[in-house]
């Protein structure tokens, strides 16, 4: 079995929680090692959220605790009813995260009948420790820019062999449209977009935001890949105009990288359309139909290109 980061940093935590608890002398020392194990999250940014979330449920439960347990007494049925107005208040509150941390506290004042200064304190120590000890293993993330530079990698490399197989298709050399592929690239997208989620909420960085604007740009770039497919599969009946866009194609694959300008490719499109207006008419119903879905296919091409220069555009701003 493979132990991540998250695993590993829960199995350290735990002792070193009880070890420190054990040291100042406190009650219920593993206890802090159960609320280290609550606090370790996946990113820093859901640490720093759980562990104010707990630690806020934790001192509302001492409070509800104080007033039931000391008034109603030590018995099932108070703790029923503590739970009954304590768990509404915080979701109300926006800390239910913190119900469970919360129950190790009721319970301690539960099992010992009685809740004065010295166990208040020693709770409010152990929470403090054991979300501490999280929070700073929590401090330490891996670097995500290698894997996020591999789906970028993997993502260009799936949008090259796309516009290739559109070239081909045009060219009357493929007979099917890369449409499995196609559904590739979307899964490697979906995926790309929950690690560069991650990596925003542990490093907080602009670099990070770079990521995510390069990605967003290919997810808006894929409902035009998408137009393409369903104006392409029409065109199994290749034309002179048909292998003028294929090799449009084949030039957008070898300039598939965000980096590149698009300027000469938009001036490509704008020529071909020039071209097609100006060119013969044709002289059959089906040529006709063909050209015209072609002449619609430009547009695409274009507004996918408009898509990487505004994106291309505002990175350099």
């Not at 509150?93 to 010295?118: C, N, R």
């Not at 559109?166 to 196609?182: C, I, M, V």
Request: aromatic residues 12%; contains cysteine; charged residues 20%.
């Amino acid at each position: 079995m493979k132990i991540d980061y998250q695993m590993l940093k829960m199995i350290v935590a735990v002792p070193i929680a009880v070890l420190i608890a054990e040291t100042l002398g406190l009650n219920f020392t593993g206890s802090a090692g159960i609320i280290a194990v609550l606090c370790i999250q996946p990113t820093r940014k859901q640490s720093f959220l759980i562990a104010g979330q707990r630690f806020a449920a934790g001192l509302l439960s001492i409070v509800f605790a104080y007033f039931i347990f000391d008034n109603l007494g030590y018995e099932p049925w108070t703790v029923g009813l503590l739970l009954l107005v304590f768990i509404p208040i915080s979701n109300f509150l926006k800390i239910a995260p913190g119900i469970v941390t919360s129950l190790v506290v009721i319970f301690h004042f539960y099992e010992t009948g009685t809740i004065d200064q010295p166990i208040i304190i020693n709770e409010i120590v152990i929470m403090v420790l054991g979300i501490g000890v999280a929070l700073v293993l929590n401090l330490y993330m891996p670097s995500l820019d290698k894997k996020l530079a591999d789906y970028k990698k993997e993502i260009e490399a799936s949008y090259q062999q796309i516009f290739r197989h559109f070239a081909g298709y045009l060219k009357g050399e493929n007979k099917d449209l890369p449409k499995s592929r196609f559904n590739e690239l979307k899964e490697q997208l979906y995926r790309a977009e929950e690690w560069v989620a991650k990596n925003i909420e542990n490093t907080f960085s602009r670099q990070a935001h770079k990521q995510q604007d390069y990605f967003s740009m290919r997810k808006v770039q894929l409902d035009c890949l998408e137009q393409m497919i369903r104006m392409i599969e029409p065109l199994d009946i290749p034309v002179k105009q048909s292998h003028k866009i294929a090799d449009l194609y084949n030039d957008l694959a070898d300039a598939i990288y965000p980096n590149n300008a698009v300027t000469y490719h938009l001036d490509q499109v704008q020529w071909l359309k020039s071209y097609f207006e100006k060119d013969q008419l044709p002289t059959t119903r089906l040529e006709f139909e063909i050209r015209a879905s072609l002449f619609q296919l430009l547009g695409e091409i274009e507004r996918y290109l408009q898509i990487k220069n505004r994106a291309v555009t505002e990175n350099c701003a």
